[in-house]
């Protein structure tokens, strides 16, 4: 599993779009269309996570890794901030004011799991999958 880090500061989105880009191109016959949503889901955690887990400060760490399994993706976004509960956002929230990034999220990824930092697990753990179809 191939991994990056960075502080949890928005200049790093270019990178961070390049880093999910590069490990999508190790699927083969990857279209465009799948990195380009799987770069978009990526890019909404981490915004969420400097703005609402670290409360936009730039002094976080979030650590992102990729995986390729057969002809799909994983994605682990690992971070020590304030933990995400579910029933904070819900899907049904009016999205003109929040939560579209949990609703896009949800939409591309085939599969996401959520651990909480706790005295067994060291940091959050946002996974998400997507089967190439």
């Given at each position: ?11 790093h ?12 191109q190790?699927i083969h016959?990857?279209?465009e ?23 936009n400060?730039?002094?976080g760490?979030i ?21 995400f509960y ?6 049904t929230?009016?999205f ?38």
């Amino acid at each position: 599993m191939k991994s990056i880090a960075f502080k949890s500061s928005f200049n790093h989105l270019d990178e961070i779009r390049r880093y999910v880009d590069e490990r999508c191109q190790e699927i083969h016959q990857c279209k465009e269309e799948f990195s380009s949503f799987m770069q978009l889901a990526v890019h909404e955690i981490f915004c969420n996570l400097v703005k609402h887990g670290y409360n936009n400060s730039i002094n976080g760490d979030i650590v992102i890794q990729g995986q390729v399994f057969g002809d799909g993706i994983r994605f682990d976004i690992l971070d020590n901030g304030v933990s995400f509960y579910k029933k904070q956002a819900s899907l049904t929230d009016n999205f003109r004011e929040h939560g579209f990034g949990c609703f896009l999220v949800a939409r591309i990824a085939d599969n996401i799991s959520y651990i909480s930092k706790s005295p067994y697990h060291p940091r959050n753990r946002l996974t998400i999958f997507k089967n190439h179809h």
